[in-house]
């Protein structure tokens, strides 16, 4: 099969690779659309430990089954599906709880590190446990349904938030995720939604996705929030999440980009806030399918292009230059 390999670090060559086959309990999909993800594209020079090559990255994919391994009943060939990043057992205690982002034996997806190794969909075929996949609305296109991963981070952002019904809500950061964020913020009937960044082009699309207002980084101060959304992970927006929440108020951090920031300790302490990280996906893949389908958060804006395998090289040239919303690579056959 064709497939877009990371071949050494930051260098990506599309090459012919055996067909994978599918174990007991596996299926393999023709890979019809992957999203290019933040991850690839900062980890695939090796700086994060995460995209050791040689790998094939990729893992915000649909497409349509065509092997089934030994003992998969629940699906077969012809099924449209899309599937979890996350591979979880199902068997260890945060699984069984629910919380399957946090899984002791968790594996993403097209990522290689020193613990694990797993080829992902940036190629003609992948294969994946039956148990992380999920149906794909009859409607949603392959295009759309490929966005079901980061629209499930953005869900699963905000229910680490809590009740949000009628509060105040600043996001900081309008990227892929962040403007993701604000529309499932806007779904789960947040009264006002603020939106922070540094680009106007993306303040703009914020709005035009449902956010009250956007304030363009510096140019004005930022008023009292119930909840800040942190969809940036560097120090001073850090630090602006934290100082704009009233006292007793939540800060969720989604954003990742540094390992580490000053805590603004005081601000946190005197005024009990609720400082909470939020990872990945715990079961909202159904929840995010459905809010596509219903166009209650819309992705189409967001492609800002979609290539051709072949032509994935340069897709990832240009993502990286173009500072791109999101690059699917597709598959029309
Ligand atoms: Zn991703
Ligand atoms: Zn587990």
Redesign the pocket.
């Known amino acids: 099969m064709r497939a877009l390999q990371l071949v050494a670090p930051s260098t990506l060559a599309v090459v012919d690779l055996p067909l994978p086959s599918p174990g007991p309990g596996e299926v393999r999909l023709r890979v019809k659309a992957c999203g290019i993800c933040g991850s690839d594209l900062h980890g695939m020079d090796g700086s994060s430990g995460r995209r050791i090559p040689p790998l094939v990255m990729g893992h915000e994919a649909s497409g349509v089954i065509d092997a089934a391994g030994e003992g998969v009943t629940a699906w077969k060939p012809g099924d449209r599906v899309t599937f979890d990043s996350t591979v979880?057992?199902?068997?260890?205690g945060?699984?069984r709880e629910g919380r399957?982002n946090l899984?002791?034996?968790r594996q993403v997806v097209g990522v290689a590190c020193a613990e694990f190794r797993r080829d992902g969909a940036f190629a003609e075929y992948v294969t994946v446990p039956q148990r992380i996949l999920h149906r794909l609305p009859d409607a949603l296109s392959f295009e759309e349904a490929a966005f079901a991963e980061p629209v499930g981070v953005a869900l699963h952002a905000v229910r680490r938030a809590g009740e949000v019904g009628g509060t105040t809500v600043l996001v900081v950061g309008a990227g892929l995720i962040g403007l993701l964020v604000i529309q499932a913020l806007k779904r789960a009937g947040a009264a006002r939604v603020i939106a922070v960044d540094l680009d106007e082009g993306r303040l703009k699309l914020a709005c035009e996705l449902g956010a009250d207002e956007a304030i363009v980084s510096g140019s004005a101060p930022v008023p009292e929030v119930d909840v800040a959304m942190e969809v940036v992970g560097a120090a001073p927006t850090v630090d602006l999440a934290i100082r704009s929440v009233r006292k007793g108020g939540r800060v969720v951090l989604v954003g990742n980009l540094s390992p580490s920031v000053p805590l603004p300790l005081q601000a946190v302490v005197t005024r009990e806030l609720d400082v909470l990280g939020t990872c990945a996906i715990a079961g909202e893949y159904p929840e995010a399918l459905e809010a596509i389908a219903s166009g209650a958060i819309r992705v189409r804006p967001l492609i800002s292009a979609s290539v051709g395998l072949e032509d994935g090289v340069g897709a990832f040239v240009k993502a990286k230059a173009t500072g791109a919303l999101k690059v699917l690579i597709t598959s029309g056959s």
Do not use: I, K, R
């Open positions: 979880w057992c199902g068997e260890c945060y699984c399957v899984c002791d034996s």
